[in-house]
């Protein structure tokens, strides 16, 4: 998916005339009415560009340079190097490429960069975790940037699993979160490619982001559904139990895929080893 | 077991000899057992002929090293056993160490016991080829006659051919005594499974309370009501029954899924209810489905925010939210039940009836 | 004193044992037991596997009912556990957890007897491999053969009751899932279901069901079918491969003691050593982290135990395919039906029925005590083969959702690798095994007629190069061998001639020295009887 925003994923069907134009006929045209219908969109878009720059352009220029702080203007200035491609110019989104990104917050630019997603690698089903390309100072500007350009949830500051309450994030983490992310916290399949991903890498932040956002086909959950505190004790599930709390059954966890590699680890380990000792038993020596 | 009846089978072309010669040896006596046993020792090799060579001794004291580790380790399991702290704490204290080190102790124990004793069986023990005959095939043709005759006999003896009635009247009566057995295991077992309507009535059915009918509310596993402003859009909320225990495992069908959807998702998911006679069953963006797969029970509950999709994480059964939650990939066939919800004069969400559909798996009854 | 000085020590045992034959006349018996011949080979052992793995399940599993409470009442969790410490959960789900946290030592035998489980089927199925494969199951055998697939039923049943008991999320997830596979049979479905359950699902009485069933229902069924199983190996005697004095008449290979029963003494402590290890060094169903079973809780990745898989997969890959009946009120066959109960069925009577049908194919009456080579019944190794096909493809589907996620390919694309994989792999299989063996054969046959390759280029005085070939017998005027194939190893090494197994003796290095005295079965010692002698007159 290339989409982190609503915007994007309705682009083709919403973004109107100029898609309707380019994709609603379906009968075919002939080469001359072709020509015709292709001067007549350039000079449509043509003018649509540019009365919308006459419309706009002052307005954002005089609306932007005040209101930037510094920190938002640096920002300004990495996204204009790394982002604009794919988003657009002041983050409008460019159809087919990328979302807008108005409104969807320093959360989740903190998300999405921080956790290296964007900037993407290649457009495929869904945006892999890797190593980030920005610095955290770096991943701040551009979220201050984001956030003053069209507000959005924001990651309040803190320890955010401070007070967290382990068993009741259990239940929560249960409820909420593993029927995707599984009960190991290890990720699991979507449909057609998609996944959970695990959450063996993720930071508090990233995790409170994620859910204040709904990054990608993960659904929101808004701190009117999951309050901070809820939040807290998850994070807290996650961070102290899930991660930190070593296994008590072994040395070998197996992955805590479940019975998988259970039964992987039954032939591999324990029918081989057998099979073995009866070889040598059996043996002639 | 069966092995005394090859005793009888003795090697033909060796004289028998009196076991109770004294000059005879143990082995002698051994051999001309198995003799009776049909079983011929066709070949006898000690590995160790000469006593106290080098190599022996090499192998005694391999086995007395496996016998040794055996005693460490098992005495190493009780210490660990007694001393070793078990307690549970959170995070990689020594405790997590404790089954391991009963596993490798004990597993060490055992493993050095098996192998002393096969090292001994198979490296000091005389090698032997041992013939023994087999004599399958069905019993002497004297037995089968005799056998066969003495059932015969038996059958005839206890006259039911003579006298039919006693034969009768035995089964008449046998057959309901093998009912008396049956029947308090099936009856105190079986239950109607339509008793109060319970497969096709959930915790969702309104309440009739002297005379006035109460909706019941979307809660969440604490009980606590939900309105609208709760569940942000694209985001989805597991909603229980707001009945006494509507959140246990005694309303199993019960758990249902409220989702936000985007406006134009919703537009969509509304067109698509009103197909099929569901018009007023969304409230504003808001839809609910059933949370109980209908394939096999499984939580649907993979919510998959931009594709619209519910997946089942047992059997992959994909459904579309937008279209009636209509199966669109996996073994699943027929839709997720939808709740038709609104909201109260005091704001909270309610279900305006219980679910239409059937919810959980099929059945062959479901009409 | 003095009276006691009498005793004679060493005629004490003798004097027992008099004694007791007196009462019992055991001295018959106990010399035909002691006397009995077993085969040797590796492949024999399979079945102990399963045999002592059920032993060591049976030992931890009585450790665990003395802690277990097969109770779904409530009860707040106040153990050492503190991520579910103050939930509420059934007790049940509350002793599994005192089982693993509060009770010294209950981890490790919770593990070990659901490792010894995992094991025992795992060498059920390992064995019953080599049964089919080297013709064990023809006549007599038959019914030894439809106990032992009953066997893998009933063990199948024992670990589902068992897996369930815990009552955690994941278990409870596949509670559910049987429920569903009881409910969508045909007529009874829902009256079965509710008489299991009392009533709607969970109800209250299925884990104190389960839980006799699991441990007192099942392992009886088990207990009198094994018992069954080994009664019947010992009186038909076993089979042993073909080779030098071996025929159809006879078994060839050591009394039982004391060299065989040493080695089965010393496998079951292998066997138990096995269990102990992967029970300590590796975790198995952590049911802390699956929490208590609640009916809206879900996790991504839920699976039954491997052996259930299979069917797991069935279900994955089957098609929504709904039957619905238009009288009355319309009645229902569930896609559920075909995969669950309907295959199960059909996996059941064909095993059980295969026997005869391979005799009635080949007009075949006679008793079969000697083994065959794989090789040598391509048909039935194909078949085989397209069985295991079959049965991999279903149970890797059941693992589908784990490979999608972990191997980055789509669900969906899994799925349907799976669907068209069930149906093109096992015709494959049976194709490429069926000219696998025709091929083995040949070279079977060519060994024989052309004997082996010994290394030796020697140039012909027309210039060609030939390679020397060592005949295996006489040969006739061309050159080529007249053995006859004996349906056993055929020597293709010019160290492995004039060996009955490997001549080369160590396990995992060659011991390379000279032996002694040449050993086969085939050609025992001509001296045999004095060396013998002289051994047990130092005795």
Known sequence: MTSDTPADRRGDRERGLLARLRRGRSTPRSRGRRRVGAAFRLLAALLLAGGAYTVFAPGLNAEDTPQLTSAAEDGRALFDVSCVTCHGRNAQGVDGRGPSLIGVGAASVEFQVGTGRMPMARQEAQAPRKPPVFTDEEIRQLGQYIQELGGGPQIPDGDLKAGGDVANGGHLFRVNCSSCHAFSGGGGALSSGKYAPSLNDSTDRQIYAAMLTGPQNMPVFGDNQLTPEQKADIIAYVQESLKTDGDPGGFFNLGRYGPVTEGVAVFLVGMVALIFASLWIAGKS | MSTHTETKAHSAEQEPIDVHDPRLTNWDVLREGARRDDIEIVHYEPPFPVPGTKAERRLVRVVAGFFLITGLAATAFLAVYIWWPWEHEAGNGADKFYTPLLGLTLGIALLGIGFGILTWGKKLIPHEVAIQGRHDGGSPADDRKITGSTLTYMVDELGVKRRPLLGISLLAGLAPVAAVAAAPLVGGLIKNPHTNNQMFTTGWAPVEEGGTTHLIRLTHSDGTPIRPEDVSVGGQITVFPGIPGGATNKHADSPTLLIHLRADDAQLAAENNAREDKADYMWGNYIAYSKICTHAGCPASLYEQQTNRLLCPCHQSQFLITDNAQPIFGPASRRLPQLPISVDEEGFFVATSDFKETVGPDFWERP | ?539
């Not at chain 3, 795992?122 to 064990?136: C, D, E, K, Y």
């Not at chain 3, 896609?335 to 059909?346: E, I, K, M, S």
């Not at chain 3, 049965?391 to 799976?418: C, E, P, Q, R």
Request: glycine residues 10%; charged residues 15%.
């Open chain 3, 1 to 539: 004193m003095k009276r006691r000085k009498k005793i004679d020590v060493a005629a004490l045992p003798g004097k027992a044992g008099g004694e007791v034959d007196d009462r019992l006349q055991v001295a018959t018996p106990l010399r035909a037991l002691l006397n009995k011949v077993f085969p040797d080979h590796w492949s024999f052992l399979l079945g102990e596997i399963a045999l002592f793995s059920f032993v060591v399940v049976l030992l931890t599993g009585v450790f665990l009912t003395f802690f277990y409470d097969p109770s779904l009442s409530h009860v707040v969790y106040d153990g050492s556990y503190a991520p579910l410490r103050g939930q509420s959960m059934t007790a049940a789900y509350a002793t599994t957890l005192d089982i693993s946290f509060d009770v010294r030592g209950g981890l490790i035998m919770r593990q070990m007897h659901h490792w010894g489980a995992l094991l025992f089927m795992a060498s059920i199925v390992v064995h019953m491999l080599r049964v089919f494969f080297t013709g064990a199951f023809r006549k007599p055998r038959e019914l030894n053969w439809i106990i032992g697939s009953l066997l893998f039923w009933v063990g199948f049943l024992a670990g589902f009751t068992g897996y369930s008991l815990p009552d955690d999320g994941l278990s409870g997830t596949g509670l559910r899932i049987a429920s569903a596979i009881m409910l969508s049979i045909p007529v009874v479905g829902s009256w079965l279901t509710s008489s299991i359950f009392g009533g709607e699902f969970p109800g209250e009485v299925i884990m104190g069901r389960f839980f006799i069933a699991h441990v007192l229902l099942i392992p009886g069924l088990l207990l009198a079918l094994i018992s069954a199983h080994l009664g019947l190996v010992f009186k038909q005697k076993h089979t042993q491969w073909p080779g030098p004095g071996r025929t159809n008449d006879n078994v060839v290979g050591e009394r039982m003691f004391p060299r065989y029963a040493i080695k089965q003494g010393g496998f079951f402590m292998i066997v138990f050593g096995v269990i102990a290890l992967l029970g300590g060094l590796f975790q198995i169903n952590p049911v802390w982290l699956f929490g208590p079973y609640e009916a809206a809780v879900v996790s991504a990745a839920s699976q039954p135990d491997w052996y259930v898989m299979f069917l797991d997969g069935s279900t994955r890959l089957m098609p929504g395919w709904e039957i619905h009946i238009p009288i009355g009120n319309g009645y229902v066959i569930p896609p559920l039906f075909w995969p669950t109960v309907a295959l199960p069925g059909v996996l059941t009577m064909l095993p059980i029925f295969y026997p005869f049908i391979e005799a009635r194919r080949n007009k075949d009456n006679r008793h079969h005590n000697l083994l065959q080579r794989p090789r040598d019944v391509p048909n039935r190794t194909g078949l085989g083969a397209m069985a295991i096909a079959f049965y991999l493809v279903l149970t890797l589907s059941g693992g589908n959702d784990v490979i999608a996620d972990k191997f980055h390919i789509s669900l969906n694309a899994m799925t349907w690798a799976g669907r068209i994989g069930l149906i093109l792999l096992p015709p494959i299989a049976y194709y490429i095994t069926y000219r696998i063996c025709l091929g083995l054969q040949q070279h079977d046959r060519e060994v024989l007629a052309h004997g082996v390759e010994t290394g030796i280029i020697r140039r012909l005085p027309d210039g060609r190069f030939v390679e020397v070939h060592q005949p295996l017998g006489g040969t006739d005027e061309h050159g080529h061998g007249e053995l006859e194939y004996a349906g056993w190893v055929v020597p293709k090494k010019m160290n492995r001639l004039g060996a009955l197994g490997p001549a080369i003796k160590g396990f995992f290095v060659p011991i390379e020295k000279p032996v002694e005295a040449p050993v086969s079965p085939g050609h025992p010692p001509v001296s045999a009887r004095t060396e013998e002698k002289e051994i047990s007159g130092k005795r």
